[in-house]
């Protein structure tokens, strides 16, 4: 996505706006910094920041302004979400999953070896 000099402005007003705990997530560079900001607007009760996120994520396109429709029990942007593996100069797109069950993520990690021992996190 290309960011606009609007939308530029509006992200630093959401940044200047935001508690001070999320105020580390919500960065240009950070590719998720949408979502974050989504995160942000269903959690704050401030009704001109609300007002800000609402116009930035119009600029954005109409994907993103959906994002503001929360369903019940529904994290926002939960399948979404979407990782930038850099290695050597060559960017890749990976897709996080969440898995709902905290063991079946223990099991999927890779495990990390140490001088051949196998090492729990």
């Not at 590719?31 to 989504?38: R, T």
């Amino acid at each position: 996505m290309q960011y606009t000099k609007s939308m530029i402005d509006l992200v630093q007003e959401v940044r200047r706006r935001a508690p001070r705990e999320q105020k580390a997530a919500i960065k240009l560079a950070n590719p998720d910094v949408l979502y974050e900001i989504a995160d942000l607007f269903h959690g704050s009760s401030d009704a001109v920041l609300k007002a800000v996120i609402k116009e930035l994520m119009e600029l954005a396109g109409d994907p993103w302004a959906d994002l503001l429709v929360k369903k019940e029990g529904e994290q926002v942007g939960e399948k979404a979400r979407s990782l930038f593996h850099a290695y050597r100069g060559a960017v890749s797109l990976v897709d996080r999953v969440a898995p709902s069950d905290p063991e079946a993520a223990k099991s999927q990690r890779k495990k990390r070896v140490y001088r051949g021992r196998v090492v729990e996190d």
